[in-house]
């Protein structure tokens, strides 16, 4: 299954959950990103799409290490064998001009595909578990019945309401990882105040909360253009965390400034 030995009878999930687990959790930069290539050359759809996103940030090394074209490529090819976020991905890098020529049209184009995969894949997951028999009905007819049910952000652009797919073991071992040293994602300036994580010193994880992605440098990551607080490692993940969680939460840089000194003026109890 793999070019190089020591990793024989590995799967290919299994060998890109080491890959990123040793390149964010353990450290091992260079090691790890020349081995997530080497499985990117196999035609590992969710490798290529990891190198991608460190090509897009430069992790690893400085600013200037940043490679939008190879970011790109490296999407266009892992959206071609079928992985949905790289499809997302290069939806938006389509509309921004971001690595690649502006095309507003095809990358709205790729968005509504990479919504459609995502919504027959989760209805094929769903059809094939048999554990939520609402599946097939229209958003309005569930909604407020199915109480406690979490529902996949993005289908929701379709008028559906599915359960949300289960993160990938190697998103859900780094978030879990992290965790358990003491380092939240923020997505809110109450959150990043509380934390600290809004220090000029400090290494931020992505705030979609089933990433699990840490900067190797300050400020690798891209903000929230509103109110600075939540920052991304992709627009992948700003997209599904937007109308996840980060919809609800985000105020803008004035307004929160405002508060701030309100409540900094305000006579203590």
């Known amino acids: 299954m793999h070019a190089w030995?020591?990793?024989?009878?590995?799967s290919a999930d299994e060998l890109r959950a080491f890959l990123q687990i040793r390149f964010y959790c353990l450290g091992s930069r260079s090691g790890g990103a020349a081995l997530l290539a080497k499985a990117a050359v196999g035609g590992h759809p969710a490798a290529l799409y990891?190198?991608?996103?460190?090509?897009?940030?430069?992790?690893?090394?400085?600013?200037?290490?940043?490679?939008?074209?190879?970011?790109?490529?490296?999407?266009?090819?892992?959206?071609?064998?079928?992985?949905?976020?790289?499809?997302?991905?290069?939806?938006?890098?389509?509309?921004?001009?971001?690595?690649?020529?502006?095309?507003?049209?095809e990358g709205r184009r790729l968005l509504v595909a990479a919504n459609a995969r995502e919504l027959s894949l989760a209805l094929a997951a769903a059809a094939a578990s048999a554990t939520y028999p609402f599946a097939s009905l229209p958003i309005s007819a569930v909604a407020g019945g199915a109480g406690g049910v979490s529902s996949s952000p993005l289908l929701s652009d379709f008028g559906w309401s599915l359960p949300?797919?289960?993160?990938?073991?190697?998103?859900?071992?780094m978030s879990d990882w992290w965790a358990s040293r003491g380092v939240q994602a923020c997505a809110?300036?109450?959150?990043?105040?509380?934390?600290?994580?809004?220090?000029?010193?400090?290494?931020r994880l992505c705030s979609h909360m089933r990433c699990g992605r840490k900067e190797t440098r300050r400020h690798e990551f891209r903000r929230c253009s509103v109110c600075g607080a939540?920052?991304?490692?992709?627009r992948a993940c700003q997209a599904l965390d937007w109308k996840r969680a980060h919809k609800a939460q985000c105020v803008p840089m004035d307004r929160w400034l405002v508060g701030?000194?309100?409540?900094?003026?305000?006579?203590?109890q």
């Open 188 to 203: 809110k300036k109450t959150d990043a105040a509380a934390t600290g994580g809004d220090g000029e010193g400090e290494l």
């Open 5 to 10: 030995p020591e990793f024989q009878g590995v």
């Open 50 to 105: 990891s190198l991608a996103v460190i090509q897009f940030n430069g992790s690893g090394g400085a600013k200037t290490d940043r490679d939008l074209r190879a970011g790109a490529a490296l999407c266009a090819r892992s959206a071609a064998l079928g992985h949905v976020d790289a499809l997302r991905e290069l939806g938006h890098c389509l509309q921004d001009g971001y690595g690649v020529r502006r095309d507003p049209a």
């Open 230 to 234: 939540a920052n991304y490692c992709s």
């Open 260 to 268: 701030a000194a309100a409540n900094a003026a305000a006579p203590q």
């Open 164 to 173: 949300e797919a289960e993160p990938h073991t190697a998103n859900q071992f």
